[in-house]
């Protein structure tokens, strides 16, 4: 009996945490919600993490944030310096488009 609720309790622990960090040059990287003008498109990536543990949905604003985060450490890799969604989070999955602006 002890055994189920420890594991409950920790899920709905973990339900809060982020583990998805910022990666080097990922914090230069903007975010902007529609398609930026004047700016060469580099390509389109898409990202995921857990939105449950345990049957328990975790925060959707974390989520989001983890997404965004993903999705900025991957803009580099891209050459882009700008990334926008290209729809809303859904099943812990989302697209973006990558971005070359030349700030």
Do not use: Y
């Amino acid at each position: 009996m002890r055994k189920p609720l420890l594991v409950l309790l920790l899920s709905l622990s973990a339900a809060g945490c982020t583990w998805v960090h910022m990666a080097p040059g990922a914090s230069a990287v903007r975010v902007v919600n529609a398609a930026p003008g004047n700016c060469e498109k580099r390509g389109e990536v898409e990202v995921s993490v857990k939105h449950s543990i345990a049957f328990v949905e975790r925060n959707a604003l974390r989520v989001r944030e983890e997404l965004e985060t993903l999705a900025r450490n991957e803009a580099p890799g891209l050459s882009a310096d700008t990334i926008s969604p290209l729809g809303e989070p859904a099943g812990g999955s989302q697209r973006f488009a990558a971005w070359r602006c030349g700030r």
